[in-house]
């Protein structure tokens, strides 16, 4: 992999989210176009100053619409430009920034709308029912696998590889969910406790209800621009300095499921590209994803901001609190934002751009921040996506 | 900086391939694309790889799972681009431009002959709002063929002409499941599918997977004596259904236009051209729609898109010899124009695909030798 020699400057300038929700009346070009609308009014440009659309949005089935990035086109302000979908299921929504990224590093495109939107609603009577075709045809949909039963597999695996409980874990939803009393968009804030989480309905053992976040619909977007138009725009810019992404193999049943070491390798390309040598040290704060409680701790040690198990220690420790040294998902997360899948991991991304902006509200965290994180996961628990940014 | 052609390499354009699954078929075209591309090794080579496909054509949700591992992309940072092939090597393109990679993989499979309900996949790409539930999935193309005979004074006859030309081109080329000796009469004795287009004016599906391998310049010049180069590429999208300029392929004019700047190409330096037929009125819309012609009814009926003529347009047939293989389409067009400008037989070619209904998407390239 080449290192960054001579990229161009690429900023961010503007950012719009819609409210996170489950069934939203809006369709989901409305949605996408809510949040490009509040993007464009934040950089201050008009969608006619738009040269190029990158849309995220994970599987069609959710819409329920085949070619969804051309359904979407409409909505996402592509209308006579240059228009892409890109996808890598679940880690969609960082890959959407990244993806805008070189677009404007390539040079190929000034200024561009990066968006992404899902609506999870539409399937019935749940979306679980849509994740029954994401397996191997021949090998392993014929055993009608339920995903939740691979996620229990892997924070079981991942609670007695490094020898950690139940309660351990829970601290993240407790966390998240008042972080995200915060966030005007959140959907699931709450103000519980260990316990709450520990009586919640068990839906896969170890998985249980609180352990996990909702279905949501919603959208993001950002305006993602070169150096030069940047300066133009905005006094307060924030750089994308780092991005990476990598597939594990398909075989999910082959790997070690207590460490993310496709993460690993995707961190390692986003550090390299922005110069960071110890990510424990120089990240101010992250957002890593966290569909589930354990995946947040999982990640966190994928990106080794943690070594491998530490990680629930310093949570317990309060590094990863909004107060803390690595304030973790300051946003709420997905566990108390939402997560439609692809727009919660742009979401994420955005909650970075706001922190180093210093426009996050109450979401801020408390000390200076200059170098931020956002991370997404997906596919069949193989793929990450990673965006690192400065101010 | 320029981005090449270094390898490419390819597996089926048969009506059914019954005997390989889709990876199987991802893992036959890549290995030739590496060897094409002087042995290389995609685990320690290649930078970026980029994979082709939807979920629906694909029968999977989250089709992208199943990207790397043909490939050789595993643990590597391999991503989807939901769409035709030759948007995939935009991207290529860009990772290469931006200082990303040095070598980057694109990939597409399509595999129709295992899709057994093609008229309600087809239905699912249109907006859900104003799905119309048409028994006849070409109505579009036949509503559009209508608009374009009435905008160019165009006949019967002379999407017959394409149907023809085209299909005898493809007995030039081993990809053409579909190429034949026919003449006028043949395409317009058959009955229509959908006014005014038959058949044979229709291209068929085809299984196929291609593999691309792109390189820096430098790096390029490593690995090759001859490499094909990317002048330009650039893509457009119009508007939804209501809102797109039926008739007129305005999303060419705009990629093309786009393209020509980057490659700061005169048109007239263009000798070769391989565009999407998906239906044989739309060669002759996009060969206008990429300001080859000012008249391509007029230009068709004096035989300029012949060879010997101003330009060639399909000289190995194109999708009515070959076969539309779904996300491939815009790869097989590419892999003609590569073979063509390894021939010899042309210096520079423009490549130029549609993603087919209901889309209102095209992308356009420019490749030299």
């Given at each position: 992999m080449k290192t960054n020699l001579y990229f161009r400057r690429v900023a961010v300038i503007g950012a719009g989210l819609t409210l996170f929700r489950r069934r939203m009346?809006?369709?989901?070009?409305?949605?996408?176009?809510?949040?490009?609308?509040?993007?464009?009014?934040?950089?201050?440009?008009?969608?006619?100053?738009?040269?190029?659309?990158?849309?995220?949005?994970?599987?069609?089935?959710?819409?329920?619409?085949?070619?969804?990035?051309?359904?979407?086109?409409?909505?996402?302000?592509?209308?006579?430009?240059?228009?892409?979908?890109?996808?890598?299921?679940?880690?969609t929504g960082v890959m959407v920034p990244n993806t805008a990224w070189y677009h404007v590093a390539s040079g190929l495109c000034e200024k561009v709308l990066a968006v992404a939107e899902e609506k999870m609603s539409p399937a019935r009577p749940h979306p679980q029912s849509v994740f029954r075709y994401i397996w191997d045809p021949i090998t392993e949909k014929p055993l009608n696998p339920n995903l939740i039963w691979i996620f229990a597999m892997e924070m079981h695996r991942y609670m007695y590889v490094n020898k950690i409980t139940k309660e351990d874990i829970a601290l993240v939803s407790v966390k998240n969910k008042k972080n995200a009393l915060n966030n005007p968009y959140a959907q699931a804030a709450a103000n519980i406790t260990v316990d709450d989480v520990l009586k919640s309905e068990v839906l896969v053992w170890p998985v249980q209800l609180l352990d996990t976040s909702p279905v949501s619909d919603g959208a993001a977007a950002m305006v993602i621009v070169s150096e030069d138009v940047a300066r133009r725009y905005t006094d307060t810019p924030v750089w994308i300095e780092g991005v990476g992404w990598t597939?594990?193999?398909?075989?999910?049943?082959?790997?070690?499921?207590?460490?993310?070491?496709?993460?690993?390798?995707?961190?390692?390309?986003?550090?390299?590209?922005?110069?960071?040598?110890?990510?424990?040290?120089?990240?101010?704060?992250?957002?890593?994803?966290?569909?589930?409680d354990y995946k947040e701790l999982h990640h966190i040690e994928g990106l080794m901001i943690a070594r491998r198990g530490e990680a629930p220690k310093l949570l317990k420790e309060g590094v990863f609190d909004i107060d803390g040294d690595i304030p973790s998902s300051p946003s709420g997360g997905l566990l108390g934002v939402g997560n439609p899948i692809a727009a919660a991991g742009l979401m994420k991304t955005i909650s970075i751009y706001w922190q180093l902006k210093g426009t996050a509200g109450r979401m801020q965290v408390k000390k200076p921040v200059h170098t931020g994180l956002a991370q997404a996961w997906g596919d069949l628990m193989q793929a990450s996506t990673v965006i690192v940014m400065r101010n | 900086m320029k981005v090449a052609i270094v390898g490419i390499g390819w597996y089926g354009f048969r009506p059914n391939t019954k005997d390989v699954s889709f990876r199987e078929m991802m893992f036959e075209a890549a290995v030739r694309a590496y060897e094409d591309a002087g042995n290389i090794n995609p685990r320690t080579d290649v930078d970026t790889f980029i994979s082709c496909q939807e979920d629906f054509w694909e029968g999977i949700a989250i089709s992208d799972e199943f990207a790397p591992d043909p490939i050789g992309g595993a643990m590597r940072p391999t991503m989807t681009v939901t769409g035709d092939g030759l948007q995939g090597i935009l991207h290529g393109v860009m990772h290469i431009k931006s200082g990303l990679a040095n070598i980057t993989v694109v990939e597409s499979h399509a595999k129709p002959s295992d899709i057994l309900t093609m008229r309600d996949i087809i239905e699912f790409a249109f907006d859900p709002m104003y799905r119309v539930g048409a028994k006849n999935i070409h109505f579009l193309a036949g509503l559009e063929a209508l608009k374009f005979m009435k905008l160019r004074n165009a006949t019967r006859e002379d999407f017959a002409k394409v149907v023809v030309k085209n299909k005898r081109n493809g007995l030039k080329n081993p990809r053409a499941s579909y190429a034949s000796n026919i003449n006028l009469e043949d395409v317009l004795e058959r009955e229509y599918t959908v006014y005014p287009l038959t058949d044979l004016d229709i291209s068929r599906f085809v299984d196929a997977a291609v593999v691309v391998v792109l390189a820096s310049e430098e790096i390029a010049r490593k690995y090759t004596d001859t490499p094909i180069w990317i002048d330009g590429i650039y893509s457009a999208t119009d508007s939804t259904i209501e809102l797109s300029e039926l008739g007129e392929a305005r999303y060419m004019k705009i990629a093309s236009k786009e393209a020509y700047n980057m490659a700061k190409v005169n048109i007239r330096e263009i000798k070769a051209a391989f565009v999407d037929d998906t239906y044989s009125y739309k060669e002759l819309q996009h060969v206008e729609g990429l300001s080859l012609s000012d008249n391509a009814v007029k230009d068709l009926r004096e035989g300029e898109f012949e060879k010997g003529g101003k330009i060639e347009v399909n000289p190995l047939g194109g999708h009515l010899a070959k076969g539309r293989p779904l996300e491939v389409s815009g790869l097989s067009l590419l892999l003609d124009a590569v073979e063509y400008l390894r021939q010899g037989v042309v210096d520079k070619a423009v490549v130029a695909s549609w993603r087919g209904i209901p889309t209102f998407t095209g992308v356009v390239g420019v490749v030299s030798r």
């Open positions: 009346l809006e369709t989901p070009q409305e949605l996408a176009w809510e949040a490009v609308r509040k993007a464009l009014d934040e950089a201050g440009l008009e969608l006619k100053d738009i040269d190029c659309v990158v849309i995220g949005s994970a599987p069609d089935a959710f819409d329920g619409v085949h070619m969804k990035g051309e359904y979407l086109a409409h909505g996402s302000g592509g209308v006579r430009k240059m228009v892409s979908r890109v996808f890598v299921g679940g880690a597939l594990d193999n398909t075989e999910w049943t082959g790997r070690e499921l207590a460490y993310p070491r496709y993460l690993e390798h995707a961190a390692r390309m986003a550090y390299k590209m922005a110069g960071i040598e110890r990510p424990n040290k120089e990240i101010d704060v992250i957002e890593p994803y966290d569909p589930f | -």
